[in-house]
């Protein structure tokens, strides 16, 4: 049974921006990708090495390289591999349009909480005056 996050240590979303080069939907989108291995749709390793990332007791990159998780996710991309070399390039190119939609969507979503965490903000930064006096 895997125990709780340190308190000393906290899973940091800025690996996850890292590693995507700065693209803040593909970095959430990994880390929906870590939530649902967490959950266990992909084994029970993999679940273990999700859950031990997202609670920050270790890095996506050190948990990358522990041979039982890396075997696994090799493992598990094999069949998606192998679909893939069987692909036509327009099918691929399809798949790339699809994931492009996707990171699109993403991004679009990450716009829209920024755009109304903003008018939030701007709503609660006003005031009405009420209670205040020069006299």
């Known amino acids: 049974m895997a125990e709780g ?12 921006l890292d590693m995507s080069q700065g693209d803040p939907a593909q970095a959430k989108m990994l880390r929906k990708s870590l939530e649902t291995l967490a ?5 029970d390793a993999l679940k273990e090495m999700a859950q031990d990332v997202l609670a920050g ?10 041979s039982a998780y890396s075997d696994q996710l090799i493992e598990q991309a094999r069949p998606m591999t192998d679909k893939w070399v069987s692909m036509s390039e327009a099918e691929r190119d399809a798949v790339a ?13 990450i716009d829209e909480e920024r755009r109304e965490a903003a008018a ?3 709503k609660k930064s006003r005031h009405d005056s009420r209670g205040w006096s020069l006299y």
Do not use: C, M, T, Y
């Open 5 to 16: 996050p340190d308190p000393e240590k906290r899973f940091d979303d800025s690996e996850l």
């Open 97 to 109: 349009a699809e994931g492009r939609r996707a990171i699109a969507a993403e991004q679009e979503q």
């Open 120 to 122: 939030e903000a701007a």
């Open 57 to 66: 007791r270790s890095s996506l990159r050190e948990a990358a390289n522990v």
């Open 39 to 43: 959950a266990g749709h992909g084994g």
